[in-house]
């Protein structure tokens, strides 16, 4: 008996009872759509993440002090005099103070993060204003009660008015707006859009942090980004007397990390995906065992007008198959509509569509049918034909 | 063919398709060893129109089994159509019963859900004959018993004597050497039994060997030789006069 004829068999089998076909294709179907959507999304945060560390600029260095150290620090001054004194691989230093700050307009309160930098930071970490202006050095040097708002913030305590020049109170201090920040996420409370930046200086004293713990630094070009590393880190060496109380990295290091990071979800998200396309074959295999059964005169009929054992084993593994396979494509088809709609819809993370794993899900999916499908199949095969026919 | 002179009405017949001797079928119920068959010698010859007769429990379903290889007995040698197949393993038996013999159940044994013709086509399509080809012998076959105004109607659309005839035809449309009828009439109401008689008596003037297997004697009596089976043995074995 040739593949084709038995094909077209399993598919009149199918055909002939289509709501049991139905409930059996549906743990596939679930399966193999659960995979792609995990797949999908996984990988859609992951590449929010990595255009995001991406936009920051391809020059950029941080440099992050860990350790407490107190009688050993460096300074933003020693580090200005030492990116003034290497200006061919070094072009720009920024401090950084982070904090979480409470914020007043007029009655209207909010949380917010608060960022303490210098007029270098527009260039460094490519961070613009949409109005007004940004920190400017004397911002800095004079200690201005200046602020630059985010848009989440604008709308959020601003309630959507103009900021520029309102007075802001960060902390209890009034601060005045000279400048909203561009919108890079968002604009949603909680995202990088809820923010307020003000002069490094002031910050230190709002925060009361005496010690700048986090630079970012801007090399020259992206070929003297290695050159610039390595001249950071002998010069913090020297300060510190060794190496474990600071970390200097750029972007490429962090989007490593964060590509294993991602790696580990994607593959984490997948695992628990599949774990629903096995239960899927069980479930294949469920009613494959009811249908052999059921079918035992079927079977015995067949055997008894000349079926081989061969036969009706593969009769049953294509009707498997068959079934796993158009599960398959129907879960590869639900899979995409839910990240359509999810992905697409929220616009939360963007559409992705991983080939590879839409390909695997598939496979495995048909190999489920198999591994399952050959149990039941061989229990029909070896049936005995006279007690098959007895059977009612 | 030595034995041929020897009994006088078997004079001038074909060759033997079916030759069994010294066979015996013993089960295990439990703790007791029931003989089913016990030593049962028989032949039978082309062409011939044989009835197998005997109260239920003789042993006669078990001598069908044997005769249409779906089992295999526990001692003794059964030549079909010039082959031994009492040794023979479960897909050689399968191949027998593929290419050398025609069933006709009591119970017609059809499958539901296909159509008349895809039925009939069953046995073709497990010797791998071409779709085409297979399409022709069936509709020829179905043709010959009267059904070819019926090849699309399922089992569920047709009576039960045309059910028969359908199972007629798919025991016919390889052309088997034996064609063997399990209680063909059983299931069926007077008028149609009789239809299905004359089919298969007709089936016999073209040529066929027919084995009967049957409790009726009236059955019985429209073969030409009757084999009665009582406990597992052969107590009579007569020609119908």
């Known amino acids: 008996m040739g593949f084709i004829q038995a094909y077209k068999m399993a598919i009149k089998s199918i055909l002939g009872n289509k709501g049991r076909s139905f409930l059996t294709m549906l743990g596939v179907i679930i399966g193999v759509g659960a995979v792609i959507a995990a797949v999908s999304f996984a990988q859609g945060s992951t590449k929010n993440i990595t255009d995001s560390v991406q936009g920051m600029g391809t020059n950029l260095i941080q440099i992050m002090i860990t350790g407490r150290n107190s009688n050993r620090n460096v300074t933003y001054s020693q580090l200005q005099k030492l990116a003034e004194e290497n200006s061919d691989i070094i072009s720009a230093i920024s401090p950084t103070i982070s904090s979480s700050v409470k914020v007043k307009v007029g009655n209207k309160t909010g949380d917010t993060t608060l960022l303490g930098t210098n007029a270098e930071y527009e260039s460094v970490k490519n961070m613009h204003v949409q109005r007004g202006r940004f920190l400017m050095s004397f911002d800095v040097d004079y200690m201005q009660k200046v602020a630059l708002v985010g848009t989440a913030l604008v709308s959020e305590v601003f309630e959507g008015s103009d900021p520029l020049g309102k007075t802001i109170k960060i902390n209890g201090q009034e601060f005045t707006v000279v400048g909203v920040l561009e919108e890079t996420d968002n604009g949603q409370d909680q995202s990088a859009d809820d923010t307020v930046v003000i002069p490094v200086t002031v910050a230190q004293r709002l925060t009361k942090n005496a010690v700048i713990r986090s630079f970012a630094v801007q090399a020259a070009t992206p070929e003297t980004v290695d050159a610039a590393m390595e001249k950071l880190n002998t010069f913090l060496t020297a300060i510190y007397k060794d190496t474990k109380t600071f970390r200097v990295f750029n972007q490429a290091q962090m989007l490593q990390t964060l590509s294993t990071v991602t790696g580990t979800m994607t593959f984490v998200l997948a695992g628990i995906a599949a774990i629903s396309l096995i239960v899927g074959g069980i479930g294949i295999m469920n009613i494959m065992l009811v249908s052999v059964t059921e079918r035992t005169r079927e079977i015995g009929i067949r055997k008894a007008i000349g079926a081989k054992r061969k036969s009706i084993l593969v009769q049953f593994l294509i009707e498997a198959l068959v079934v796993t396979g158009i599960g398959g494509i129907m879960g590869i088809l639900f899979g995409v509509a839910v990240v359509k709609i999810v992905a697409g819809g929220l616009k939360i993370i963007p559409e992705v569509y991983s080939i590879p794993w839409i390909v695997m899900s598939f496979v495995i999916s048909l190999a489920i049918g198999v591994v399952f499908g050959m149990f039941p199949a061989y229990k029909a095969a070896k049936l005995n034909p006279i007690e098959a026919l007895r059977f009612e | ?241």
């Open chain 2, 1 to 241: 063919m030595a034995a041929q002179g020897n009994i006088p009405w078997m004079k001038g017949w074909g060759e033997r398709v079916i030759e069994i001797s010294n066979m015996c079928k013993k089960y295990t119920m439990g703790n007791n060893v029931v003989n089913a068959l016990n030593n049962i010698s028989l032949s039978i010859r082309q062409h011939e129109f044989v009835a197998i007769t005997g109260p239920s429990g003789s042993g006669k379903s078990t001598l069908m089994n044997m005769l249409g290889c779906l089992d295999t007995p526990t001692s003794g040698t059964y030549i079909l159509d010039g082959k031994e197949v009492s040794k023979l393993n479960d897909d050689e038996l399968a191949h027998i019963r593929n290419y050398k013999i025609g069933f006709i159940f009591q119970g017609f044994n059809l499958l539901q859900k296909l159509t008349a013709i895809e039925n009939v086509e069953l046995p073709l399509i497990y010797q791998g004959v071409h779709a085409k080809e297979r399409h022709k012998k069936a509709k020829a076959a179905l043709e010959s018993v009267g059904l070819g105004e019926r090849l699309d109607h399922k089992p569920s659309e047709l009576s039960g004597g045309q059910q028969q005839r359908v199972a007629i035809a798919r025991a016919l449309v390889s052309a088997p050497p034996i064609i063997l009828a399990d209680e063909p009439t059983g299931n069926l109401d007077t008028k149609s039994g009789v239809e299905i008689m004359k089919i298969l008596k007709e089936l016999h003037s073209k040529g066929n060997t027919i084995i009967l297997i049957t409790h009726d004697n009236n059955v019985a009596l429209q073969s030409q030789r009757i084999i009665r089976i009582q406990d597992g043995e052969v107590i009579e074995d007569r020609e119908v006069s």
